[in-house]
């Protein structure tokens, strides 16, 4: 596990959290790691799984003697590379560890890597992103360090630290003999199951004897026969540190499965191990121990998360209150402050409490909408609860005790009545409120008088508060000296010595102890000293290296500051068109480089100094460019202001002017004078050689800036027009029909509202349509809808030619618009395309014909030249391809041809045949036109959804009898035609889980059954092949039964019992074949899921595993979510899912709420999994993220990036070609997504190198 432990090694730290955050790739600057936080200890990061090695490092670094001791050893015995020395060999375990404990007392930085330690045990990516046992590991790694340390000063650090001995003693009760077996322990192994503590546990170990009699004699060596005996063990050698380690997992016989014993177990925080020791001469001290560290295990048997408590000897950490202990003395102090006022108060009675809570304000009133918060932080209650039943709403109470309480502000805000005192001896009663004269004469205090009391009161009830922050801040707890905290690999929080009690039982429990004597007492000079003993040439290296750390801070803190801006200066522009508009197109605005965190005053001043023959006010007011051109938004007044504050970012436009006009104009400021660009459209009067006005629609068009506060009246007074009809161009109409553009007549409500209100954007169009010109040839107006309609708009085609030789591809690019009418043939149409294209030579004697392209960008078939363009189906302002290639005839079918062998990247074959051609006629010309030989073939018709159908069965009928249409797609099948009712399947091997369907499944054979045979059946067949002639399985349920389609596993076929034919098997369906090692018997609505585990803290997935889900239980996410649950043992609200889709590479969250219904309305209907959006199938792929120790919420992988990256270049690629072939793969071929190797999971090793 550990490797060598003996390898070349350079200078410095090796890998350490400085170089971590260095670059990323492409040289970009990565941020620089964080600062230690004020709790002054270091977290270690997580490397995927080794939580449980992070908190055994934490319990050794934070064990002072073993921190000591290491640091101890010498360069020179460590073997440390020098210059002169090349070939020195080091031990690499004590050499790492001592500079993974130098790092994580005393660098910079909150969290430590353990990445150069880990390369130093030998482990691979498989050891680290794998879960092992802590107990396990603390027994290897002291193995390991005291076989590294062997011929060093250091070779018995671990027997003086934590090597004990313990005495098994069997007394014969007849002669008295004692035999005596010694064993040696670094650390004890104390039962659970059954016991309630600790202390029971060794007193069952050490004090307890087992009694040898009955049938369980003892065979005595003095005796020389059976004899009756006693056996105990005692602790003869107690180490210095005594490590515990509780058996927490345990295995069930009945249920043959393992499980973790949860029942409480406690444990002293101090113990005296003398009445399970032997009997010497030592001090009762020596016997004492107390509690240094408690390593807690969250989760299962079956995986889980470690974290560690550990009590801080040498005080390194700065222990601060948990917040919840803070609060919790506030709330103290509060209450205490409340029964200590001297202010009288009768609880029971609302209109004293009330009168209490306002008097003590010290503006005298309250607002109406605290009143009620104040009142319940001042006895604890609401008003709701407390008084509403009996006195009603809080409003209707303050009304009717007008003598008493006044409402100001417009009824927002509650005072007392100056005529009302607070009587200090006599309470007013609800049910009277009315004081008498007698009662108002009493002594009491005025309102303004207790104000200032409770003035008084508050600044007493603050210092008391800010006496318990003080007392928190200083550390000061009453429990103990030194103070305890919760290690959780990068987490360092401080918790209470009460908090240790929660870990006696549950999922999160004590796993294990480390005591340490009592006697050993620390110098004082290494209280809260972390430099205390650490070597000199690691102290220079960690001082350089927090050096380089601070400078990479200031050089990031200052470029993570530094925005680049560009100043636009007012003489250089002009408004026009309703924005600012340069006065000539090379005007360049100024780029600038500023720290955000200077003010806006700082930033004008600089602005000042550019530009020094500048005279007047100067603003700054933030701009953007749109389509009408720039525009001005805020200007920045406040000089204090910081520029970040004042929304100035990257990219940002500043524009420098006086702040009132521009050029002699006024410039109005603001979102709602943002500008629109508008296409304005007017009919041309006169369209001859000289207008240029125009264009051949026989429209002026225009583009025009305008507010978008302005009306659509204001657009057209600014246009000049006031007496036009403005058309607004008509949403939805199709860009492609009938040759007209429709336009709608602005109503007076729309001739009333802003630009803003009609949602009008850049680019729109309006249409200004005189009243004279309503009624001519051009317009045709129908109501409130205007149709423009112009023969040079409508009555044409757009030809292009389709070469299909790489000769041709130069001749791509030409087309032309054609002339046509409705009525024109596509016969002239094309003989037309051939002169305008001037294709007439280059076309002598070859065939060509017109053919359409559907949206996907496949060729349809080629049109029937005979027809009219009304009759074909071609509307005008279309475009037609020019094809080499004969055009069917009337009596004949345009057929696509496909040979199911064939890879899905090749194009169909263009077959043209007689409509009355047979069935068999037809399968053989597509063999010749396939160059394909042999008459074992029959065709199948794919139907709409490009999924093969039942094939042609009736030989001898004509094509156009079985329905065959121009068109259609036939596939060319290899084999006989099976007979009717049976069917015949394509089989193929599962090879292993790939995103390559080729790599995942190998064709192995055909077989033929009939429909109503079962699954049991064609198990039992299919194991007949010659290919599978090999396969050896105990029974037939051994073997998965999936339907392929579209060359991915869809579904896996179930019911032993049911049919082919009931469970939608048809003929030339593809089946994979997968083998089992065990049975399985698969439910109907049980759903085999591949579950991929998140590595926390990376990008990345453990590997998969198959999972069945019982979906007839509780289909919805939440039943998944508790299955899920069960498997890993974690609760289903630190449980994260989402679907991964193979097509697109990315990941579809799966979310663990439901919608609350109300209970008068019906009851909602489950959303099962298995229905849309998530479509759960066999096979899918689940990524399950463990929130407790995983904070990264994204599923997405690197793999999943590039992937998307190739998706969409290879989409732009054609959209950029616009005729590349759409059915083209996904993934370029041969080339596959890299995945990554790792090797079998084994148990934890050690291999150790020999120096002596």
């Not at 080794?50 to 670094?61: H, R, S, V």
């Not at 009760?173 to 077996?181: A, F, G, I, L, Q």
């Amino acid at each position: 596990m550990f490797g060598d432990l003996f390898e070349q090694e350079g200078e410095g730290l090796g890998d350490s959290g400085v170089s971590a955050g260095v670059c990323a790739g492409g040289g970009k600057e990565r941020e620089p790691p964080p600062p230690r936080g004020p709790i002054r200890l270091s977290g270690i990061r997580n490397q995927g799984g080794t939580c449980y090695l992070n908190a055994l490092l934490q319990t050794l670094l934070l064990t002072p003697e073993f921190r000591e001791q290491l640091f101890s050893l010498e360069p020179q015995e460590l073997g440390v590379v020098r210059q002169d020395e090349v070939d020195t060999e080091v031990r690499v375990i004590p050499l790492e560890l001592q500079r993974l404990f130098a790092r994580l007392l005393l660098l910079d930085e909150q969290t430590a890597s353990t990445t150069a330690l880990t390369d130093s045990f030998g482990w691979t990516n498989h050891e680290e992103m794998s879960q092992h046992d802590v107990q396990e590991l603390n027994r290897i790694l002291f193995s390991a360090l005291e076989s590294s340390l062997i011929g060093t000063s250091g070779s018995a650090l671990i027997q003086e630290l934590y090597h004990g001995t313990l005495v098994n003693q069997i007394t014969c009760k007849e002669c008295k003999n004692v035999s005596e077996r010694q064993e040696d322990f670094l650390d004890l192994t104390v039962c659970v199951r059954g016991v309630s503590g600790l202390e029971e546990a060794l007193w069952s170990m050490f004090v307890e004897e087992e009694v040898f009699e009955g049938n369980n004699l003892y065979r005595c060596s003095r005796c020389e026969r059976l004899v009756h005996a006693t056996k105990c063990a005692k602790l003869r050698k107690l180490p210095p540190f005594l490590t515990v380690s509780l058996l927490r997992f345990s295995f069930d016989f009945e249920k043959c499965e393992r499980y973790k014993e949860t029942s409480s177990y406690s444990f002293p925080l101090s113990i005296d191990l003398q009445p399970y020791s032997e009997q010497s001469s030592l001090s009762d001290s020596e016997f004492c121990y107390e509690l240094s560290s408690v390593i807690i295990h969250k989760g299962g048997c079956y995986g889980g998360h470690y974290h560690v408590y550990i009590k801080d000897i040498d005080q390194l950490g700065h222990w601060e209150a948990p917040e919840e202990d803070v609060k919790e003395k506030q709330t103290q102090r509060k209450i205490q402050t409340v029964k200590g006022s001297d202010v009288p108060m009768d609880m029971e009675d609302p209109l004293s409490v009330l009168t209490v809570v306002i008097a003590q304000e010290s503006s005298g009133s309250v607002l109406l909408d605290q009143l009620g918060q104040k009142l319940m932080d001042r006895i604890g209650f609401s008003w709701n609860k407390k008084f509403r039943k009996q006195f009603g709403p809080i409003n209707k109470f303050l009304r009717s005790h007008s003598d008493v309480f006044l409402l100001v502000s417009d009824g927002s805000r509650v005072a007392l009545n100056p005529k009302h005192t607070i009587n200090t001896n006599i309470h007013t009663n609800a049910n009277s409120p009315k004081s008498t004269e007698a009662e108002e004469g009493e002594e009491g205090l005025s309102v303004a008088q207790e104000a200032g009391h409770e003035a008084e009161h508050q600044l007493g009830t603050e210092q008391s508060r800010m006496g318990v922050e003080s007392e928190i801040s200083l550390g000061v707890e009453h429990e103990s000296s030194c103070h305890w905290f919760d290690l959780n690999d990068s987490t360092v929080t401080p918790i209470r010595e009460r908090d240790i009690r929660k870990q006696f039982e549950g999922k999160e429990s004590a796993y294990m102890l480390f005591y340490r004597k009592k006697s050993l007492q620390r110098p004082p000079e290494a209280r809260g000293n972390p430099a205390y003993k650490v070597p000199p040439h690691l102290l220079e290296i960690i001082h350089e290296e927090n050096v380089h750390l601070q400078q990479r801070r200031a050089e990031f803190d200052a470029s993570s500051n530094t925005v680049e801006f560009r100043l636009h200066l007012a003489p250089c522009y002009c408004p026009r068109n309703g924005a600012l508009q340069p006065f000539s197109p090379d005007t360049s605005a100024i780029t600038m480089t500023f720290d955000r965190r200077k003010t806006v005053g700082d930033l004008r001043l600089a602005v000042y100094q550019m530009q020094d023959q500048w005279e007047g006010d100067m603003a700054l007011t933030i701009a953007k460019h749109l389509p009408a051109g720039l525009h001005l938004y805020n200007t920045l007044t406040d000089d204090q202001q910081s520029l970040y504050s004042a929304g100035v970012s990257n990219g940002s436009d500043l524009f420098v002017w006086n702040g009132r006009e521009v050029n002699g104009e006024r410039v109005q400021v603001g979102t709602e004078w943002e500008p629109v660009l508008l296409n304005v459209m007017r009919p041309c009067v006169q369209l001859d050689a000289g207008s240029d006005a125009g264009d051949e629609s026989g429209l002026q068009r225009s583009s025009h800036g305008f507010p978008r506060a302005l009306t659509l009246s204001g657009v057209r007074e600014a246009l000049g027009q006031q007496e036009a009809l403005v058309c607004q161009e008509e949403k939805g109409a199709d860009p492609e029909g009938g040759g007209a553009s429709g336009w709608r007549v602005c109503s007076p409500e729309a001739m009333r509202k802003t630009l803003r209100e009609l949602t009008l954007r850049d680019g729109d169009s309006l249409l200004l349509l005189p009243p004279k010109r309503a009624s001519d040839s051009m317009f045709s107006v129908n109501g409130d809808l205007v149709t423009l309609m112009t023969p040079s708009d409508c009555r044409w085609l757009q030809v292009q030619f389709w070469p299909q030789r790489a000769a041709e591809e130069e001749e791509e690019g030409k087309l032309k618009k054609i002339v046509a009418s409705g009525d024109t043939l596509l016969g002239e149409v094309k003989q037309r395309a051939l002169e305008e294209l001037q294709l007439q030579e280059q076309l002598t004697g070859v065939p060509c014909c017109l053919r359409q392209l559907d949206r996907t960008g496949k060729l349809l078939p080629p049109v029937r030249e005979e027809l009219c363009l009304r009759d074909a189906g071609i509307r005008l302002m279309t475009s037609l391809y020019l094809c080499p290639g004969p055009a069917p005839e009337c009596s004949q079918l345009f057929l696509y041809c496909r040979v199911s062998t064939a890879p899905s990247s090749e194009p169909d074959l263009e077959l043209i045949v007689e409509e009355t051609l047979s069935v068999k006629e037809c399968v053989m010309e597509m063999v010749r036109a396939a160059g394909l030989e042999g008459t074992c073939w029959h065709v199948r018709r794919m139907d709409w959804c490009e999924e093969v159908g039942e094939p042609l069965r009736d030989e001898n009928a004509s094509l156009l009898e079985v329905g065959v249409a121009n068109g259609d797609t036939l596939v060319l099948t290899e084999g006989q035609l099976p007979p009717k009712g049976f069917l015949k399947l394509m089989i193929s091997w599962w090879c292993g889980w790939s995103e390559d369907p080729g790599e995942m499944m190998k064709f192995v054979g055909f077989v033929e059954i009939s429909e109503e045979a079962s699954l049991q059946d064609l198990r039992c067949q299919v194991l007949t092949l010659p290919a599978l002639v090999d396969v050896c399985v105990p029974t037939p349920e051994f073997l998965r039964v999936w339907l392929v389609e579209n060359q991915r596993l869809n579904k896996i076929l179930r019911g032993n019992t049911l049919t082919l034919r009931k469970m939608k098997v048809v003929c030339g369906s593809e089946v994979c074949i997968q083998k089992l090692q065990c049975e399985e018997n698969l439910g109907v609505k049980d759903v085999l899921l591949r579950v991929w585990m998140g590595v926390p803290g990376e990008r990345a997935y453990y590997p998969s595993q198959e999972f069945v889900w019982d979906a007839g239980r509780d289909p919805c996410a939440k039943g998944l979510y508790h299955s899920l649950s069960s498997l890993y043992g974690i609760s289903p609200e630190n449980l994260l899912l989402a679907k991964h889709l193979p097509e697109k590479h990315t990941w579809m969250p799966i979310h663990n709420w439901t919608q609350q219904v109300s209970k008068r309305k019906k009851k909602k209907k489950v959303e099962s999994l298995q229905g849309a959006p998530y479509c759960l199938r066999d096979g899918d792929i689940i990524g399950v993220k463990n929130l407790l120790v995983d904070s990264n919420r994204e599923f997405n992988t690197l793999q999943d990036e590039e992937a998307q990256q190739r998706l969409r270049e290879q989409t732009e690629n054609r959209r950029k070609e616009g005729h590349a072939n759409v059915t083209q793969e996904a993934w370029p071929e041969g080339k596959t997504r890299a995945t990554k190797h790792r090797k079998p999971e084994v148990a934890l090793s050690i291999n150790v190198g020999v120096f002596r």
